[in-house]
């Protein structure tokens, strides 16, 4: 039997998880290549044809997935604090494990694309333009522009980094008001989230640029929130029943 949750380091751990992240990392990944040549996917397999392309075309809902998880995992030291009274991190040590993260790896990404790719090919048409989409990425802040989002030479996938960094940036205090009022504080995130996507539907033609941004991801964020929160509560509830106690020998 595998064990679904561990202690590590003080910090609960739930093995599984890992899988579902790797599962939907490889889904968008699939999608991304095929948006490449749009070539259908299928197999035949003893003449029979199974098409797989109606699942990859909608691959890229599991960018929501992943920061639905994001939002769970973020979340559940808060959801342990509520029902266990377990400590939970600093709003300083949130934003440095948050930093020695994901800026290591980022900021690889985003100078290797520059140097090996963007200067040595000429892609920006002048020092402006350069130095715009440099500040921008090294600020999280490249998805506020057309040139430095959706034409940038950098990379254009990494703009829900700059979603999940956005969102990391006011998560101590969300966390905080959902403490203490759980669900009013989660109501508020999901409308927000759904009047944002609304409004923007009746009022902008163009939605390439603003549609994916991070208050059109609060729904999304506060359902990974809510998850937490049933998880710990069951989970408590599952632990205090007679029959794991028995089986325990508690």
Known sequence: MVQTEHRQADKPV?????????LMVLFVCNFHFWQQGWLGQYV?????????????RSSYVFVDGM???????????????AAYGTPVPSV??????RATRILPSYFASVFILLFCVALPNGQYRDAAARNM???THLTFTFTFWKETYLYTPLNVVLWTVAIEMQFYLVFPFL????RRTPWITLLLMGATGVLFRAVLTRQVSDLSLLLNQMPAFLDVYALGMLGAIAYVTLKKRLDASPSVKLRRGT
């Open 133 to 135: 989409d440099v500040l």
């Open 14 to 22: 739930i093995g599984v998880l890992y899988g579902f992240r790797a």
């Open 67 to 81: 920061m639905l998880l994001s939002a769970w995992l973020l979340y559940l030291p808060y959801a342990r604090q």
């Open 175 to 178: 966390a905080r008001a959902a």
């Open 92 to 97: 300083g040590r949130f934003y440095f494990s």
């Open 44 to 56: 035949t397999v003893f003449g029979r044809t199974v098409d797989f392309d109606y699942w990859t």
